[in-house]
Every structure is written in C-alpha cells, then in structure tokens.
C-alpha cells in the first residue's frame, strides 16, 4: 500500500508498474475555512535572504496513527481518503541555520487555492501556516504561484516499495538510498529523514537550491543520522 498519491474520487484503472502508488482523494464540496496565522513571540517574523529551499513531505500512515482523533486530521485520516506521501510545504531556507519566516501579513488564503491544494496538502490550515510563514517570504509570489511551485516539485517525485522496506530492518541511510534509487539526479545526502520519538519514519526533507535543484544539504539541517534506525508504519490493512 504504498506510493505516491494519486487525485481520484473514484478507482482508476492503472498501469500494473504504478498500481502500489494508487492512493484516493476526494476534495470536499465544503472547505474549513482556516484560522489567521500570525508571527508571534514564539515565532517571530524573520526577513532574512534566501539561501536554498527545503521540500518537506510527512509519510500520512504515520501521522493518521498519531492524530487519527484530532478533529483537523478528520479530511486526511477519514472519509475515504487514502494517502502515502503527502506534501508538508516548501520553505525558504537562509544563508546560515536561520531561515526567513512571516515576511509579510496576509490575509487568508481562498476557497479556490485551498481545494486546488488539499489533495496535496490535505488540512485547510496546514495550507495557511504554509502561506503565511514560508510563502510570504518568496519575493513576487502569490499564493497560487506557491502552491504551484511546491505542488509541482512534489508531483515529480517517486518513491521506492515502502510495503517491502516496511518489513526489514532499516536504517535512515538506506531509506534515502531507496529514495534516491527511485528519482535521477537525487543522491542520500540531498535528504534528511525524521522520526518520531520512538523511531517512526515522520518526514524526508529533501535539499534544493534557489533554482529549485536539488543539492547536499547542510550539516545543520537535523534529521537522523545515516545509521540510525527508523520504522515505517503501514497503516490498517
């Protein structure tokens, strides 16, 4: 059961090499209209330059296993939908290990961005959050053009048979080499994996320059190390 997303409301008929990357979305008629997202003293506004990008992507059978009950996860975890691999947000990195954060106020995102974006980052508010704290520090973009860069960088990616890695013992480094495997000009050290506390594959960050290449990331960036451990959890079968 596992892939790359695939927008359907509905089964698809797919070729049989792309069948272990079939997942359901279907965006709803109504959409949550998300909160305000503000810098605060915890978060403070940051206008700093742009040194790199950094595509994040959260692997959903984990996250619905932690938050099944949390009622902002109830479109990604319930309903029907089926996720692998969805899109947390691309965001600015800086020169150093500070990045530019809330650049600029605005106000909230509308109706049609967000249904055009859910399937891809399913949360109205994640959609928000990642507006107003990494896009707003993008000079000359607008919301559309930002979900369509982010959404277009995560459209291109391929992922190696998590059923199968799922199933053996795993390290951090050889789930990025299976990553790396499955997308050309992609290589280990251009990713960072996380975890959570108790070890579950949570993100793979993935390291861009400004123009959106991919590059080694950072010493400071975080992540486990190479020979750290890491599982995946699948999900209900």
Not at 23 to 32: M, N, W
Not at 66 to 88: I, K, M, P
Not at 104 to 120: D, F, H
Request: aromatic share 8%.
């Amino acid at each position: 059961m596992i892939g790359r997303l695939l927008v359907v409301a509905t089964a698809v008929a797919l070729p049989a090499a792309a069948q272990a990357q079939a997942y359901r979305c279907a965006a709803p008629a109504q959409i949550e209209r998300p909160r305000p997202d503000v810098a605060d003293a915890r978060q403070p506004q940051r206008l700093l330059p742009i040194g790199g990008y950094t595509l994040a992507i959260t692997w959903a059978p984990q996250y619905c296993h932690d938050h099944a009950r949390d009622r902002s996860a109830r479109f990604q975890c319930g309903s029907g939908n089926r996720f692998g691999f969805t899109l947390h947000g691309l965001w600015p990195d800086g020169v150093g290990k500070d990045w530019p954060q809330y650049c600029q106020a605005t106000p909230l995102l509308s109706r049609q961005v967000i249904q055009r974006n859910i399937c891809s980052t399913p949360s109205a508010q994640l959609l928000q959050h990642e507006w107003s704290k990494h896009g707003t520090c993008m000079a000359g973009y607008t919301p559309e053009r930002y979900f369509a860069q982010s959404t277009g960088l995560y459209a291109k990616l391929r992922y190696p048979d998590m059923d199968a890695l799922s199933r053996r013992p795993l390290t951090a480094g050889t789930l990025a080499q299976a990553m790396a495997e499955a997308n050309p000009g992609l290589s280990a050290d251009m990713m960072r994996i996380t975890a959570t506390r108790r070890g579950w594959l949570d993100e793979i960050w993935l390291c861009l320059d400004k123009r959106f290449q991919y590059q080694r990331c950072p010493a400071h960036q975080g992540g486990l190390a190479p020979n750290a451990s890491v599982k995946i959890w699948r999900g209900p079968r």
